[in-house]
Structure formats: C-alpha cells, structure tokens
C-alpha cells in the first residue's frame, strides 16, 4: 500500500481537502438544499482512502471486478461523494453544480444506476454495511482480494440493522470489511450523546469481536495509518470511530442556525466560507 506519509504528500491530501470543501459549499449553496454539516466532517476520511492509493479504483473502467468497494452509507453525504468521485475522475467536475438539479444523475442522494463510482444506492440510513457484506462475502466467493469501506454516521448507527450486519460480518470473519464511523456528535434533531448516546463506540464494535480503532478524524497522519492497519487480514472485520467536527471547519457559520443539519449556506455565507477555506 503506498500510504502517504511524508509531510509533502500530507499537505497536497490537505490541499485536496480544501478543494473538495470548496466543491461541497459551492454545490449545495447552488442547489439551495442538501448537506453540508455531514459532508464537511468526512472530508479527510475519504481524501485519504480515495487519494494516498488504499482503496484500489480504476476510474476509467469503474466496473473492474477487482475493484475495492465505497459505500456511503451516510447517503446524504452525496455532495462530497460527488466531488471526490469528480476528483477521481470518474465524471467531468462541470457536473458537480447540477447537485439536486431535476435530471442530474447527481441526485439528493447517491443512486448507483445513474452515476459511475457510485457502489451502492443510499439514503435510507441504517443498509449501508449489509450492503457491504454481500460485497465483501462476494468477493471473497469470486477470490478476489478486494476491501470494502463503508461510511457510516454516528446517528445512523442507532439503526437496529446496523447491529444485525455487525453480528453478521463478524460471524462470517469479513476481514476484507472495513468501516468507517464519523463521530461528529450530532444526528438530525440534536446532540447525539443526548438522543441516543452509543459512546464508547469502539467498545460496542469490538464487544461483538470486531477490532476497533479510535482516531481524530481531521488529522491525515492519522487516519492514513489506521487504514493501514485496517487493511492487514487479521480473520475479523475492523472499525475507525473517527472523532470529528460537524460542519467542520465552517461550524461556527453553518451550526449557528437551529435547523443546521440540512441548511445549505446563502449565497453571501458561502462568499465568506470560501474565504476561510483559503
Ligand atoms: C432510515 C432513515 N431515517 C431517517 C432519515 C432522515 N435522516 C437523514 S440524515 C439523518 C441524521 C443522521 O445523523 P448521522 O448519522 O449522525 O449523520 P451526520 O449527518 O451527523 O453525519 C436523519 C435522521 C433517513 N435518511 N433514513
Ligand atoms: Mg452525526
């Protein structure tokens, strides 16, 4: 694996954070729906699967069967699978502003008939990571060594089928099955510690035999090693509870408002968000 370690390959994953930060404000500012707050907190996490060469792509024949698999379970998180799939290539970056647009493939949320690089249709909160073990037992039946990754957020995993698929994917010793938790602390209509409060998330992974690993989510050095480890086959499936900032780093403009889930910026936030991000 050609993990990017030296300082120079973390500043150009941070640059291309940047940019694809910028993608997510401008897209949803444009469409004047969607969601920012969750796409903003996940940004490092998929830079650093999609661009230090872990998750194995070939974005000109997005069905190579060898492939390693994304899931965003966290569907709603589209307008940064969008931009990192852009960034990718495997769709022209013109495409991005036609986010939520009636006839762009680029939907609310990610519909896999309609858009290459997408590996499951998602939205409904909960299905991502059963998705992913059909994928991850399938390639293991094809002998294929491939990894699934599958991004779930912190609400989300209140979802009873989530502890179905994490029973399961243990059982049937999916090493090739990797998840991904962004602990931002919020879900839809609040805190999560005072909804549904799950902490310590890792010990609930590993309580059903998974091997769990803590990281701060922001941070490339830190993430990338830990998707080095999760990779290594050790007979089990692993998860990163990576603890992170909804809204990151614009929470201060994006959480001031009480609906801030699913707010996009206006067109005169947006101006100073993407004055920040420089
Ligand atoms: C099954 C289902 N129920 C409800 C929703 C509505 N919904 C969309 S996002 C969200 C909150 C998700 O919170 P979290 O998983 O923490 O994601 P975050 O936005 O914080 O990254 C909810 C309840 C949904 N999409 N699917
Ligand atoms: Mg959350």
């Not at 990797?178 to 010990?203: C, F, W």
Request: proline letters at 5%; hydrophobic letters at 40%; glycine letters at 10%.
């Amino acid at each position: 694996m050609a993990a990017a370690s030296s300082l120079a390959d973390l500043a150009l994953l941070q640059a291309r954070a940047r940019s694809i930060r910028k993608d997510i404000v401008i897209s949803t500012t444009t469409a004047g729906s969607g969601h920012p707050t969750s796409s903003l907190s996940a940004v490092e996490l998929l830079v650093c699967l999609y661009f230090s060469g872990v998750l194995r792509y070939d974005a000109k024949n997005p069905e190579w069967p060898q492939r390693d698999r994304f899931i965003l379970s966290k569907g709603h998180a589209a307008p940064l699978l969008y931009a990192v799939l852009a960034e990718a290539g495997y769709f022209s970056r013109d495409l991005l502003p036609s986010l939520r647009k009636i006839g762009s493939p680029l939907e609310g949320h990610p519909n896999r008939r309609r858009l290459p690089g997408v590996e499951a249709s998602t939205g409904s909160l909960g299905q991502g990571l059963s998705i992913g073990i059909g994928q991850a037992l399938a390639a293991r039946l094809d002998g294929h060594d491939s990894r699934v990754y599958v991004l779930l957020g912190d609400g989300e995993l209140q979802e009873g089928q989530v502890w179905e698929a994490v029973m399961a994917a243990r059982r049937f010793g999916l090493d090739n099955l990797i998840a991904l938790v962004d602990e931002n602390g919020y879900q839809q209509t609040g805190a999560t510690a005072e909804i549904m409060d799950l902490r310590p998330i890792s010990s609930k992974f590993e309580s059903f035999g998974w091997i769990a690993q803590e990281i701060k989510g922001h941070d490339c050095a830190d993430i990338l090693q830990a998707l080095e480890s999760a990779a290594r086959p050790q007979g089990r499936p692993s998860v990163i509870v990576a603890r992170t900032i909804k809204g990151y780093p614009l929470q201060e403009l994006l959480r001031g408002a009480p609906n801030h889930h699913g707010r996009p910026l206006t067109p005169e936030e947006a101006q100073r968000a993407l004055a920040l991000l420089e």
